[in-house]
């Protein structure tokens, strides 16, 4: 690694494609943040990335006025797969949410997926300010992509429709699952959907309830379908947050990319 990269503190998520040479423009909001919170000046080394061309080494080549430029100049990491699972969730009081969005980015979610439920506290979802959210938290745990967020919609909805191709793992507080734990180690003993063996992967979806819990007819519904998995979190009630969080922790330790090195750093 060279000098600059080791002295490349800030890291940013870029719209554009990224190659050698190439000049990234900045949004306002990037540009106020580098020059009046970290109080960067032309010149400073930054990293960029984008989702799909890797981790870049850049310099600050303008900053002023809400406007700034950044000079890509040598590739940092190639673009790699982050397989992690869908995180299925009905949307929470503000602070917890907040919780969870940046948590389950830093764990390696691959998708956020808000759905509305029977007891749930509320069906309104600002997705531009989770966006922004998700964007933060990738950016500060140095993952190379950004988890999509898609659109609420009803969970009964979801589970016909868009569960479609993914071996789903409900997180069931009324204890008839088996323990998360050893359900994936079953699975990555049979090679199935684990990143170890590509060769044979499917899509999982982790799904948490509302605060209130899954109604009687949500419960029923889902453990008729043959892709859905009960689960257990243990013996006692977790709050949704801490629920997803154990969830992906779990996922990430026994099937996912908790085997992997981390990123080498100087």
Not at 5 to 30: K, M, N, S, Y
Not at 103 to 125: A, C, M, R, Y
Request: glycine share 8%.
């Amino acid at each position: 690694m060279t000098a600059d990269a080791t002295r490349a503190r800030q890291r940013l998520f870029v719209h554009d494609p990224i190659t050698a040479g190439c000049e990234i423009e900045l949004a306002p909001e990037q540009s106020h943040y580098l020059e009046h919170v970290m109080r960067l000046k032309p010149g400073t080394p930054v990293k960029i990335f984008n989702g799909l061309d890797g981790e870049w080494l850049g310099t600050i080549s303008e900053l002023r006025k809400k406007k700034g430029r950044i000079t890509a100049e040598t590739r940092l990491r190639e673009q790699g797969t982050e397989t992690g699972p869908t995180l299925v969730f009905a949307p929470i009081k503000k602070q917890r949410l907040d919780f969870l969005i940046e948590k389950s980015v830093e764990l390696g979610v691959g998708k956020l997926q808000p759905i509305i439920t029977q007891h749930g506290i509320t069906d309104k979802v600002r997705l531009d300010r989770l966006q922004a959210q998700v964007i933060e938290a990738a950016e500060q745990c140095e993952r190379l992509t950004v988890p999509e967020i898609a659109a609420p919609v009803r969970l009964l909805d979801w589970v016909a429709n868009g569960a479609e191709n993914h071996h789903v793992l409900f997180c069931d507080e009324t204890g008839t699952g088996s323990p998360i734990g050893e359900v994936l180690s079953q699975l990555l003993a049979k090679g199935a959907g684990s990143v170890i063996d590509n060769t044979n992967v499917v899509n999982h979806a982790l799904v948490i309830g509302p605060e209130g819990g899954f109604s009687a007819d949500e419960l029923e519904r889902i453990r008729k379908q043959p892709f859905a998995t009960p689960v257990s979190l243990g013996p006692r009630i977790l709050r949704a947050e801490t629920a997803a969080i154990a969830a992906l922790a779990v996922f990430q330790d026994r099937i996912g990319d908790w085997s992997h090195r981390p990123v080498t750093r100087d």
